[in-house]
């Protein structure tokens, strides 16, 4: 019996750290599916003079196309770098993908029921060209609003997506409403948790936290312009004792950081090491900016941060405010650290309370997701007698 295939347009990378589609595309692997999950369509443009934003571009330019497989299932697929500049590029780029897919999709014998998974609006002009049944638009961030950007033409290929795709999914509740504003009827389908990943006491604290002065507080994630830089510095200041520690790949200048004594950039770490680093924080951050983009963003690191048990302070973003039971959240630099600064105690850090924190993720899992999904797709395939 033919496989069923699933075509997902992811626009990140596989290696790194796993968003959403990562952890998705893995479980429906697990369940059958034959997926190719495609990578280097991207959204964004180059930013004249910014040196962070144009090491990414390059980086991307130099990766190998070419298909891997990395797990029973699982495929990752990359075309040709072609530079999506202006039109032609974006055409060039797109054209070349499927060829790419149609060689690969031969090449393994895959010709079973096809679904087409969309989470970057600008592959949409890929939609019905692969042989696909039908497709799912997995609206997760509102990508207009990322800096470098070509708002207008990605508003227009998501509402074409939103029209044309069967299915549209939306991770938060703002951004179902984008979805219904251009005459989709979405599912609100939260982010999940790797619970086993993270809810663990026995790790022991990572080497390159050796000598650093605890407290430690802690983010884990991209360093980028949605963060809210003056929150941070804020924490930074009002530690009398103690350490800031931000996680992850820079991509915009974080100068002012580097320059505080009590913040330490120790970059991206492998994601295996990542619940060792949570362990170590008395306190975890989400410190987010409010922004048209991020009251849409549905964080992933908050499941993380309570699934590993940890004192959370977060700013006011929408889709946090349902956790305000297990996390404090604070609008403003000086009432951000206020917060963290009342997480520091010991006593935040109790048995009873860690548990709360991991019972209130218990049934979010990254499974329980894929559960919620997987009848969606395959309410896209054709019947069988």
Not at 122 to 140: K, M, N
Not at 244 to 271: C, F, K, M
Request: proline fraction near 7%; charge should be neutral.
């Amino acid at each position: 019996m033919p496989s069923r295939i699933l075509i997902c347009f992811a626009g990140d990378v596989w290696d790194g750290h796993p968003h959403s589609r990562h952890h998705l595309m893995r479980r429906f692997a697990a369940r059958g599916w034959e997926v190719l999950f495609v990578e280097g369509v991207a959204i964004r443009g180059v930013a004249r003079g910014d040196r962070a934003e144009l090491g990414r571009i390059l980086a991307k330019l130099r990766a190998p196309a070419g298909t891997r497989t990395v797990a029973d299932r699982l495929h990752v697929v990359r075309s040709l770098p072609v530079p999506p500049s202006g039109y032609l590029g974006r055409a060039a780029q797109l054209a070349a993908l499927r060829v790419h897919l149609r060689a690969v999709m031969r090449r393994k014998g895959l010709t079973g029921p096809t679904v087409s998974w969309f989470s970057v609006p600008t592959a949409a002009p890929l939609r019905g060209r692969l042989g696909d049944h039908g497709s799912i638009l997995y609206y997760q961030d509102r990508y207009e609003a990322f800096s470098h950007v070509d708002a207008g033409l990605l508003r227009r290929l998501l509402a074409d997506l939103a029209k044309g795709c069967e299915v549209a999914v939306a991770s938060a509740v703002e951004l179902a409403d984008d979805l219904r504003a251009l005459g989709a009827d979405p599912a609100i389908v939260p982010h999940g948790v790797d619970l086993a990943r993270f809810a663990r006491d026995d790790v022991p604290s990572p080497a390159s936290l050796g000598g650093t002065e605890r407290p430690l507080v802690g983010y884990v994630g991209l360093l980028d312009d949605y963060l809210a830089f003056d929150h941070l510095l804020a924490v930074a200041d009002r530690l009398r004792t103690g350490t800031l520690v931000l996680v992850g790949r820079a991509n915009t200048d974080v100068s002012a950081l580097e320059a505080h004594p009590r913040i330490r950039l120790l970059g991206q770490q492998p994601y295996d090491d990542i619940p060792a680093y949570l362990q170590a924080f008395a306190c975890c951050l989400v410190p987010f900016a409010i922004t048209e983009l991020t009251v849409g963003v549905n964080p992933i690191k908050l499941r993380e941060y309570l699934a590993a048990g940890r004192p959370v302070v977060s700013t006011p973003m929408p889709e946090v405010l349902g956790y305000g039971d297990v996390v404090t959240i604070a609008d403003g630099p000086h009432a951000f650290a206020d917060a963290v600064d009342g997480q520091l105690d010991r006593a935040q850090d109790v048995a009873d309370r860690r548990a709360a924190r991991r019972a209130r993720v218990a049934d979010e899992s990254w499974d329980a997701v894929a559960d919620r999904l997987e009848p969606l797709l395959n309410g896209l395939l054709p019947s069988h007698p």
